[in-house]
C-alpha cells in the first residue's frame, strides 16, 4: 500500500538556524498537510497546499514558516529561525481529490525536531 | 469553528475486555468524522471514517465507531482487545462542506491494555 515518507525521522537543530522537513506524499494525491505535535499535546493543524499554493494555514504558521512542492514529488515545510518551542514532532499528510472532500488524510510517520 | 473533546485521557483495561473511548464534537457546520491510531514512534494511521449513511461504521482491527448527531459524539467501541491494541487513539473531526478539510484533533486517548 503506498504510504506517505518523511525524513529525516529525527533532526536536532540550534536555535535560530534554519531547517528544512522533507515529505513524499502519495503519488497520485492532490491536497497536501503539515501538522505539529509538541509534546504530551494535541496534534495542531499548520497549513494546508493545494494546486501550488496554500489554502489555509492556521496562527501558527507564521512568517518563520515556509512551505513548498519544489519538483512535484517532495513537499517541503522551512522554519526559517527556529525557536525552542518549535520543538516538536511534524506530520506531513496528504489526500486524494474526493467529491466534497470526503477522501480521508494519510499520515507519515512523522519527524521529531529538536531545538537546542 | 470545530472542536473535539476526548473525554478521557488514559483508559486502562484489561485483555479480553471490551473498551469504549469517547469522542464529542461542535461544530456549526456538517461534519466528517474520523478516529486516528498512534502505535509508539509511528504516524497517525486511519482506523475508520464516518461521512454520510450508516450511523455505525466499522475500521480496522475491529474497531467500530457510532455517530450520534442529537449528542454530538463519535465513541469507539471494541468487544474484545488485545495487547497490541495498547495505543494512542485521536479522534477528528473536519468540515464536509470546505474543500481543504483541515483536521481538528482532540487531546488523544491512551489506551492501556493489560494482561
Redesign the interface.
Known amino acids: 500500500e503506498p504510504e506517505?515518507t518523511?525524513t529525516p525521522s529525527h533532526q536536532v537543530t540550534q536555535m535560530g538556524q534554519e531547517v528544512i522537513l522533507r515529505c513524499v506524499p502519495i503519488s497520485n494525491h492532490l491536497?497536501f498537510?503539515w501538522?505539529r505535535q509538541i509534546l504530551g499535546?494535541?496534534?495542531?493543524?499548520l497549513v494546508?497546499f493545494?494546486n501550488n499554493e496554500i489554502?489555509?494555514k492556521?496562527e501558527i504558521f507564521d512568517d518563520q514558516f515556509s512551505v513548498e512542492r519544489p519538483d512535484g514529488s517532495n513537499f517541503t515545510l522551512k522554519i526559517r529561525s527556529t525557536k525552542l518551542e518549535d520543538s516538536a514532532m511534524y506530520?506531513c499528510?496528504s489526500?486524494a481529490v474526493g467529491q466534497?472532500?470526503?477522501q480521508?488524510?494519510?499520515?507519515?510517520?512523522?519527524t521529531r525536531l529538536s531545538i537546542l | 469553528a470545530q472542536s473535539v473533546t476526548q473525554l478521557d485521557s488514559q483508559v486502562p483495561v484489561f485483555e479480553e475486555a471490551p473498551v469504549e473511548l469517547r469522542c464529542n464534537y461542535s461544530s456549526s457546520v456538517s461534519v466528517?468524522l474520523?478516529w486516528?491510531v498512534q502505535y509508539p514512534?509511528?504516524?497517525?494511521?486511519?482506523l475508520l471514517?464516518y461521512?454520510s449513511g450508516s450511523t455505525l461504521v466499522k475500521g480496522i482491527n475491529g474497531f467500530e465507531a457510532e455517530f450520534n448527531k442529537s449528542q454530538t459524539s463519535f465513541h469507539l467501541r471494541k468487544p474484545s482487545v488485545h495487547i497490541s491494541d495498547t495505543a494512542e487513539y485521536?479522534c477528528?473531526v473536519?468540515?464536509?462542506?470546505?474543500?481543504?478539510?483541515?483536521?481538528?484533533?482532540?487531546?488523544?486517548t491512551r489506551l492501556a491494555v493489560h494482561p
Open positions: 506517505v518523511q491536497y498537510y501538522y499535546q494535541k496534534v495542531e493543524f494546508s493545494y489554502s489555509e492556521s506530520f499528510a489526500r466534497g472532500g470526503n480521508p488524510q494519510h499520515f507519515g510517520d512523522g | 466528517y474520523f486516528y514512534n509511528q504516524g497517525l494511521q486511519l471514517k461521512l485521536f477528528a473536519s468540515d464536509s462542506a470546505g474543500g481543504y478539510n483541515k483536521l481538528i484533533f482532540g487531546a488523544g
